[in-house]
C-alpha cells in the first residue's frame, strides 16, 4: 500500500512512519523540514517537504492512489489554523483514503466524553477546539476515518488494541490514556482493513 503521513517528524508521525515501513508499506513522509523524520532510510520511504497551509504544495508531493495518515497538531506556539487548513488542503487533493488523527472528548466524540472532560478541554484547548472540530468535519464529510483516542503516552504498543465506534466508546470519569505507538498502529490497522469509512473511532490499548 502507498502511505503518505503528515507531520511525519512529530512524535506521532514517527510512529506512523516507522511502522508503516516494518509492515512492509511504501511511505512518503511529509514534514516542514524533512531531515527531522528520524527513521532509518529505506528504498520504500521517501522524505518531502510542504506546506500545509498551501493546499498546492501539498498536491504537488501527493502521490497518486495513496492513503493519508495524518500526525498533525497544533505547533507550540502557533495560532490555531493548522489543523483546518492541513485537513481542507488534503481534501482538494484527493487521496484514495484519509486516516485522521482527533482528540477525545472534542467533535463527535464530545457527548461520550462527558461533562468534566468537555470542561477540562475547552479550558486547556481553548481557541484550539474550533480548529480541531473544524478539521474533523471536514475530513469526514469528505469520507475520512477520524481516531479519537484519549492523552497519549510514551508507552508500548498494546498488542490488544481495538478502535471503537462512538457508541462503544469508554465511559469513564476521564478518558483512559494510550500511547502514541499504539494510536499509530490502530491508523494502521485502518488503513489496511477499511472497518470505520467515514466514521469517527477511539482507539484504546484494550
Given amino acids: 500500500m502507498n502511505i503518505t503521513v503528515l507531520a ?13 515501513l516494518d509492515r512492509g508499506h511504501v511511505v512518503t513522509a511529509i514534514a516542514r523540514d524533512p531531515s527531522r523524520v528520524t527513521v532509518p532510510d529505506s528504498d520504500r520511504l521517501v522524505r518531502v517537504v510542504a506546506d500545509l497551509r498551501d493546499p ?6 501527493l502521490p497518486e492512489g495513496t492513503t493519508v495518515l495524518s500526525g498533525l497538531g497544533i505547533p507550540k506556539g502557533e495560532p490555531p489554523g493548522v489543523l483546518t487548513a492541513g485537513a481542507e488542503a488534503v481534501v482538494r487533493a484527493r487521496p484514495d483514503r484519509i486516516i485522521w488523527l482527533g482528540a477525545f472528548g472534542t467533535g463527535a466524540s464530545a457527548d461520550a466524553a462527558g461533562p468534566l472532560t468537555r470542561t477540562l478541554l475547552r479550558l486547556l484547548l481553548k481557541s484550539e477546539l474550533d480548529d ?22 510514551t508507552g508500548p504498543l ?9 457508541a462503544n466508546a469508554p465511559r469513564h470519569l476521564l478518558p483512559p490514556r494510550v500511547s502514541r505507538a ?8 485502518e488503513a489496511e482493513n477499511r ?6 473511532v477511539i482507539p484504546v490499548e484494550r
Fill in 158 to 166: 498494546s498488542t490488544s488494541r481495538r478502535a471503537l465506534s462512538l
Fill in 8 to 20: 511525519a517528524s512529530g512524535a506521532t508521525g514517527l510512529e506512523l512512519t516507522r511502522q508503516a
Fill in 195 to 200: 472497518s470505520h469509512v467515514g466514521g469517527t
Fill in 132 to 153: 480541531k472540530t473544524t478539521a474533523d468535519t471536514t475530513v469526514l464529510a469528505a469520507g475520512g476515518t477520524v481516531f479519537h483516542p484519549g492523552p497519549l503516552t
Fill in 182 to 189: 499504539t494510536v499509530a498502529a490502530a491508523m494502521l490497522d
Fill in 56 to 61: 498546492e504544495s501539498l498536491a504537488r508531493v
